[in-house]
C-alpha cells in the first residue's frame, strides 16, 4: 500500500503543516469574520461604551472598556486574537512559500499580498501599543504647547486662518505650524485638510476652529474708538491711568458683591477695571458692559461707549502618533504590487491552461 | 442631469433585459446580439452621462445614493460587458441585467443634482476610494450572478446557459478580480484616512464592515482551493458575500448611522 510506504511525518513536520494548512485559514478568518460582525453591532448599539474606541489607541481603551462591561467588549480581544493567529498562520504559508520559491515563483503576487497582510498586522499592534490619539487641542497663533507623551516635541501655531464660503461654510482651516524637538527646528509646514503634518510617526492636522472673546471695541467722544483687552492701560488724563485687569464674556454678581463666570459664551459681559493715579490706585471694580459707566470712571471724566465684541481665532488641531504607520504603508505597497502581479499571473495562468489559477 | 436622459438609459436597459428573456424563450441568435448591442449603447450613455456629471462638478460626483446607485449600475453593466466579450455568456445577461436594472430603478427616482463637496472628500485618493470600490463591488455582484445561475444550471442543465465548468471559472474570476479591486479601494481608503483623521484603521461601523468584506473575499479566493468546496458550495458563497457586500453599502446607511464620511 502507498501509504505504508511514505515515511511518516514527524511532530515538528506536523505542526508546521498544521501551521501552514489552508482549512486553519479559512477556520480562524471564518471565526475572526463571525466575531467582528457580531461585534460590529454590538459596537453599534452600545455607543456608550464604545464611542471612545476612535478616540484612543486600543491598548488604551480596552482596558477603560472593559472594566465597564467585560461581555460587551469581549469580541474585541477574541477577534483581535484570532486575526493575529491568522496572521501567524499567513506567516507560515509566506515562509513555506518562500522555501519552495524556484517551483512557485509565478505566485509572488499572491505571496506579497500575504506580505503585506502580516505587515498590516504587525503596524496595528505596534500604533495601538506604542501610539497615542489627542485632542482636539486649543491653539492660538504664536502659541506654543507641549506634545503629550512626547515632552522633547513642541508644536507652535504660527499663523491661521480659516477660508469660508460666502455662506459661511467652513472650506478649510490653514495652519502654518512648525514643530520643535528639543529647542531645534524639526519641522515646518502648512497644516490644512487632507494635507497633516506627517514626522516620526506623529500626526497633526486640523480638526476644526473656533473664537474666543478677547476684548471690546468702545467709542469715546473725542477720542475715537479704542480696543480694550485683558492687560490694556488707557490714559484717562495726564494723571491717571485706566487698566484693564480682567474679561469674563459671561458673568453675574451674588448677593455679596462677588462676580463669577458663568459661561463661556458671550452674554453678560463684564471688566474687572482699575483707575490708578500718581498715589497709586484711585479705584477698582466690575464694569458690566451692558449697565453704564461705574460712577467712579465717570467722576474721573471717563466716558465709554462698547460698540462691539473683539475676538481671537484659536485653531483645534489633533495630534496622534502611530509609531507602525511606515510598516503599514509598506504593507499596503506589497498589497497594492502584489494584487498587480496576481491579475496579470492569473490571466496568464488561465491562457496557458493552468489550474487551480490563484 | 437631465431626467428624460436617465429614463432613455433605462428603456434602453430594460429593453436588453427584455430581449434576453424573449431570446431565452425563442432562442433566436439575433436577439442576443441586439440585446448586447443596447447593453453596450447603455454603457455608451452611461459613461457620457458620468462623465458630463463629473466634467460640471470638478470632481467625481459619487457622493449621495443616487450617484452610487448611478455609478455602481454603470461599473455592473461595463463588467457585463466584459465577461459578455470574453465568454459569449448570452441568456446570463438576463440575471445580470435585472440586477442592473434595480440599481438604476433605485436611482431614477432621487435627487440628480450635485452636491458642494465637503471639504474631507476633496482629494484624487477619495476619487480612486470610490472607483475602485464600486467596481469591485459590479464585480462581486457579478459573482453573485453568476453563482445564482450556477445553481439553476445545476438543477436544470439548461442548454440555454453557459456549462458548469464555465460558469465556475466566470465566477472565480470575478471573485478575484473584485477582491484585488476592492483590496486597492480599500489600501486608498486607509491612506485617505490617515491624512484626513490621522489614523489608517478606523472603527466606525462601514469601516468595519468593509473589513468584513476583505475578509470575506480573500477567504473566497482560499476556498476555491477546497474540492469539495468548488462549484456549488461557492456558488452559495457568492451569493452570501453579495449580502455582506449590499449591508455594507447599503445596510449600513439605511438601517443604521455611520460617521463614514459617505454616509
Redesign the interface.
Known sequence: MASLDRPSKSLGQRLWSFGCS??L??AL??M??AL??GG?LV??FNPAI?SG??QEIMSRWLPQAWAQAPLLVLWVPLSGLCVLLFGINTLCCLIDWLFKIKARWRKTGEYL?HAGFILLVIA?LW?SIGGF?SGPHRIFPGERIALPNMPEYSLQLDEFTPRLEPSG????MINRVSLWQDGELAARALVR????L?HDGL?I?PTSFGQELQGFRFHMPGRGYVDLAAGSRLPVSPETTLVVLQLLPDARQDGQGRVMQVSDRLNNPAMLLSLSGPAGQLWQGWYFLRSPLPGALQEAGLALRPTEPLYKTFSLL???R?PG?KL??VG?MC??IG?IL??FS?YRK?AQGDR??? | MSKTLLNLLFTIYATATLGYLVHLIWRRAILARTSLALVAAGVLLQTGLLGHRWWVAGYLPVTNLFATLFFFSWALALIYLYFELRYRIRATGLFVMLLNLVLLGGALPRDTRVS?LI??L??P?FSIHIIFSFIGYAFFAMAFSIGVLYLCQARLSSVMLPDLPTLRRIN??AV??GF??F??CM?AG???A????????????KS??S??VW??Y??M??????RRWQGGVYAWLSIAGFAVVLFTYLGIGLL??SNHPLE
Request: hydrophobic letters at 55%.
Open positions: 489552508l482549512k485559514a479559512i478568518a471564518s475572526a469574520t467582528i460582525m460590529s459596537m453599534h464604545f474606541m476612535e499580498i496595528y500604533g490619539r461654510r467652513p472650506l478649510d485638510i487632507n494635507h497633516p506627517i500626526v492636522l489633533t495630534i496622534n502611530d504607520d503599514a504603508l499596503s498589497i497594492a494584487v496576481a491579475f492569473f488561465r487551480p489559477e490563484v | 458642494a471639504p474631507a476633496d482629494t485618493l472565480e474570476e478575484f478580480l484585488g479591486l483590496t486597492l489600501i486607509s491612506l485617505w490617515h491624512i484626513a483623521w490621522g489614523h489608517w484603521f478606523s472603527w466606525n461601523i468595519v464592515w473589513v468584513l475578509m470575506f480573500a477567504g479566493c482560499h476556498a476555491k482551493f477546497i443604521l448611522e
